[in-house]
């Protein structure tokens, strides 16, 4: 008894000990990770972090889910941490983190475009400052920041500290109209080159039988999705703030403007009057594709328009014939379309994260040549062949369904300012029966969309405005709820609650939830940070440069 319980004894001192070995020995991995010291015989230890990922719903069946497919097992495989990705509906993101962070599980690294959401998580101490991470433990963003200074701009926050990582772009259209072009032929139309026009061109699209069907059961145009932020973007008023005399002021002359003209559109039956159910705009792109609908607004590249949009419609109607339509002049002028922003800042760390020396080791991955050409480009030989230094894709459509769909936002950090012949659709398609076609409507999609002599509908980009303090973001939010849902009852309201009658209500709602606050913060925001923020003169000047970059390589190519 006596021996046994002597064994027993020293058994639970061996394990005892041995756990005090095993604690010291992952202190020293863990020391040694953090500081890269580690044993050059020692295997790097793997880290378990977590990724943000939007999921858009549009991951064939075939492919997996945005969280389990081809592309995020290969980064498990080839990248230096185990991720786990965490799936966040694009366009529910600020309510999803939210809830993840109230519950302590938000993701290590978000990926989020909206500066509105990210900026409260800065704000709310949530974010972990980057200057010291890069500096310890990074190599390839280290070396992607010193190449391009924007970037530590661009990153850094009101109290002297970096909480961003960026990506860069050439600056292109990203928005846009399709219309039926044999829609307007047979109604003996032009193209609309005023709001005036445009009413003219949805009432008859609705009204005239383009389709020949004998039924009436077209529409002209949506206000759901992204047709319906297309029309709102001819406006202008994808926002509430211009420049007048030098100052950052509210209008509310382009509401008035929008909203009569879509009350006009919904009286007359012109659009699908259930567009507030159709939140995400699907149901109004099957209304094009079906060739129920004339005019179209969309957030793709031309390449993808031809796939997605026109593709489909053809398949569906072979004689239909479409072109891209210029945003009609509106009252308060002739406007662009979004354009790509130049210096996007979406990668943050949460101040949560168990291992950000992972998180940076995760993200020194991502933007390197190899990685970045995979997840853009697939695999070579399968997706994609090098000819002439340039990635050659092989089959266009193989390569929307099984990688632009899959890792397109895993593309988020890295990239380029640059516009060169790579980008061009003759050589990207060169093997392709199909590139002249895909070159053709990428001329016609720069023609129509890269005019300078036009202004822009924002003061800047929407990803660049700053950030409201959290409290007058609060009182812009809600009132800006409170004013959507007055703006929406004048324009299904039947002519009963008049557009008059909604302005002097949304302009009392802004009053009485203290809006005055707001705009003088943006006057004063104005008025001191103009000449070092980001403004859409910026922009213009670098669309300018691509602009004339792909003027060039098109002339070389011809």
Not at 69 to 91: C, D, H, L, S
Not at 140 to 154: C, T, V
Request: glycine share 6%; hydrophobic share 35%; aromatic share 10%.
């Amino acid at each position: 008894m006596n021996k046994r319980m002597w064994t027993m004894g020293l058994l639970s001192l061996a394990l005892a000990g041995g756990a005090v070995i095993a604690g010291c020995s992952d202190k020293k991995e863990d020391a040694a990770a953090a500081s890269g010291s580690a044993s050059p015989n020692t295997p790097e230890v793997r880290r378990d972090i977590s990724v943000m990922l939007y999921d858009r719903g549009r991951v064939p069946a075939d492919q997996g889910t945005i969280e389990s497919n081809r592309w995020t097992k290969w980064i498990n495989e080839q990248g230096p941490a185990n991720v786990k990705f965490v799936a966040i509906p694009r366009y529910e993101s600020a309510d999803k983190l939210n809830v993840l962070y109230a519950s302590g599980s938000a993701p290590d690294l978000i990926m989020e475009f909206s500066q509105k959401i990210r900026d409260p998580l800065y704000q709310q101490k949530q974010l972990l400052p980057l200057d010291d991470l890069i500096a310890q433990h990074s190599v390839e963003y280290k070396k992607f920041m010193e190449d391009n200074p924007i970037l530590k701009k661009a990153g850094t926050m009101a109290d002297g500290k970096m909480y961003y990582f960026g990506k860069l772009n050439y600056v292109t259209p990203n928005r846009g109209f399709l219309i039926r072009t044999d829609w307007l032929k047979k109604l003996g139309l032009e193209m609309p080159k005023t709001t005036e026009d445009l009413y003219k061109v949805v009432k008859a699209f609705a009204e005239q039988d383009p389709d020949g069907n004998g039924k009436k059961d077209t529409y002209g145009i949506s206000l759901a999705g992204d047709t319906g932020f297309a029309l709102r973007q001819t406006f202008g008023v994808t926002t509430r703030w211009e420049v007048k005399n030098n100052e950052a002021v509210i209008f509310w002359d382009r509401f008035v403007h929008f909203n009569t003209f879509a009350q006009k559109v919904y009286q007359d039956g012109s659009i699908d009057r259930d567009f507030p159910t159709d939140g995400n705009g699907a149901r109004t792109k099957q209304d094009f594709i079906s060739g129920k609908l004339g005019i179209y607004g969309f957030l793709l590249n031309p390449v993808q328009v031809q796939l997605q949009l026109i593709d489909p419609l053809k398949k569906n109607l072979p004689a239909a014939e479409v072109a891209f339509l210029a945003y009609p002049e509106s009252p308060a002028g002739a406007f662009l379309p979004t354009l790509t922003n130049p210096v996007q800042m979406p990668g943050a760390v949460s101040a949560t994260a168990k291992h950000p020396e992972a998180v940076m080791k995760y993200v020194d991955f991502l933007i390197k040549d190899s990685t970045y050409q995979t997840l853009k480009y697939g695999e070579e030989g399968t997706h994609y062949k090098m000819v002439n230094g340039c990635p050659e894709v092989t089959d266009a459509t193989k390569l929307q369904k099984e990688v632009t769909y899959l890792a397109d936002d895993m593309l988020m950090i890295g990239g380029t300012s640059e516009f060169s012949k790579c980008n061009m659709p003759l050589v990207q398609y060169q093997s392709d029966s199909r590139k002249q076609e895909y070159q053709d409507i990428f001329d016609s999609y720069m023609s129509t969309y890269m005019s300078f002599d036009r202004k822009y509908p924002e003061i800047t980009l929407s990803e660049l405005m700053p950030t409201l303090p959290l409290e007058l973001s609060t009182i812009e939010s809600n009132a800006g709820k409170a004013i959507d849902d007055i703006w929406l009852k004048a324009v299904v309201d039947g002519g009963k609650y008049t557009i008059d009658q909604a302005l002097k209500d949304a302009q009392n709602e802004w009053s009485k939830a203290g809006g005055k606050q707001v705009e003088d913060w943006y006057r004063s925001w104005y008025q001191t940070d103009k000449d070092k923020a980001i403004l859409f003169k910026d922009v213009q000047e670098i669309a300018k440069t691509t602009y004339a970059d792909y003027k060039k390589i098109r002339a070389e190519l011809k």
